[in-house]
């Protein structure tokens, strides 16, 4: 059974930096996309970045230019490094995986979920 575990969550300063890992375990296969959504207390969740295939990475417009994702295909890992974290990031973000990643299809494979906390 494939399971996806994050890691790297916490509690930041405005402006400081976290990252996230997340690694899938239980099974061989390699996944086409992996990528990270979040969702914050009485929202929806929603899409943060991901990577798709041999695509660039992509970003929603909220994260861009101070989150970055990385991806090791071979090792089936995502990383996300954020900086400049705002209070608005708060949320728990949860790893994605599966065909696809992007605002408008999920994987179908999540992890557990972390929590992210950046105090104003």
């Known amino acids: 059974q494939v399971r996806l575990v994050e890691s790297g969550g916490g509690l930041v300063e405005a402006g400081g930096s976290l990252r996230l890992s997340c690694a899938a375990s239980?099974?061989?296969?390699?996944?086409?996309?992996m990528g990270w959504y979040r969702q914050a207390p009485g929202k929806q969740r929603e899409w943060v970045a991901g990577i798709t295939g041999g695509d660039s990475p992509d970003y929603a417009d909220s994260v861009k230019g101070r989150f970055t994702i990385s991806r090791d295909g071979a090792k089936n890992t995502v990383s996300l490094q954020m900086n400049s974290l705002k209070a608005e990031d708060t949320a728990v973000y949860y790893c994605n995986a599966g065909v696809r990643v992007t605002a408008t299809m999920s994987g179908g494979y999540w992890g557990q979920g972390t929590q992210i906390t950046v105090s104003s």
């Open positions: 239980g099974s061989s296969f390699r996944f086409n996309a």
